[in-house]
Antibody
Framework: QVQLVQSGAEVKKPGASVKVSCKAS????????ITWVRQAPGQGLEWMGW????????NSAQKLQGRVTMTTDTSTSTAYMEVRSLRSDDTAVYYC??????????????WGKGTTVTVSS | QSALTQPASVSGSPGQSITISCTGT?????????VSWYQQHPGKAPKLMIY???NRPSGVSNRFSGSKSGNTASLTISGLQAEDEADYYC??????????FGGGTKLTVL
């Protein structure tokens, strides 16, 4: 079955970077995109960005551009999301989700369980 | 990109029907039939309930239905059950090739 397994919880200091991984299984990684979504404590869902599993093309939310890098490793069917210059308001659960196609307009059908990132001095 | 507008909360009794609205703009909800709805129970990942405005994934109860008129999409849950109590989020593709979520609606089953 399709599964997305995310890396474990992280605690970082302000100004540091964090890299979250998302290992896919049960489908052909290069035929679909991966979307990243985060959820701050007690808040709603925030779309962060999308990456193609085929060629690594990306699109990210304007407010995060310059601080976020999304990459993939097709040899291990793994997607990565790196956030730099962390601030306290980056504290959130970070989710990866599989798109149902290879372009960004495909919706997200399968989600990972989430990775908690805490930014605290 | 501003979040889509959803009511903060709705409630209903078991067996009743409720509708959650999701209002966007002509650059997102009004522009495409790419509206999805997600259910999220506390501490869990979101679960897809409706895609492309009105389609249900395999395994989702037919008590869940979606529709759209202009810049507003809606999710209707009929025959409310206790397990439907959760947060619900709409999302839409946008003209900037991004997605935007609604602020979320807390459904309480009385």
């Amino acid at each position: 079955q399709v599964q997305l397994v995310q890396s474990g919880a992280e605690v970082k200091k302000p100004g540091a970077s964090v890299k979250v991984s998302c290992k896919a299984s049960g489908y052909t990684f290069a035929s679909y995109g991966i979307t990243w979504v985060r959820q701050a404590p007690g808040q709603g869902l925030e779309w962060m960005g999308w990456i193609s599993g085929y060629n690594g093309n990306t699109n990210s939310a304007q407010k995060l551009q310059g601080r976020v890098t999304m990459t993939t490793d097709t040899s291990t069917s793994t997607a990565y999301m790196e956030v730099r210059s962390l601030r306290s308001d980056d504290t959130a659960v970070y989710y990866c989700a599989k798109n149902t196609g290879i372009t960004p307009y495909y919706y997200m059908d399968v989600w990972g369980k989430g990775t908690t990132v805490t930014v605290s001095s | 990109q501003s979040a889509l507008t959803q009511p903060a909360s709705v409630s209903g009794s078991p067996g009743q029907s409720i509708t959650i609205s999701c209002t966007g703009t002509s650059s997102d909800v009004g522009a495409y039939n790419y509206v999805s709805w997600y259910q999220q129970h506390p501490g869990k990942a979101p679960k897809l309930m409706i895609y492309d405005v009105s389609n249900r994934p395999s395994g989702v109860s037919n008590r869940f239905s979606g529709s759209k008129s202009g810049n507003t999409a809606s999710l209707t849950i009929s025959g409310l059950q206790a397990e439907d109590e959760a947060d619900y989020y709409c999302s839409s593709y946008t003209s900037s090739s991004t997605w935007v979520f609604g602020g979320g609606t807390k459904l309480t089953v009385l």
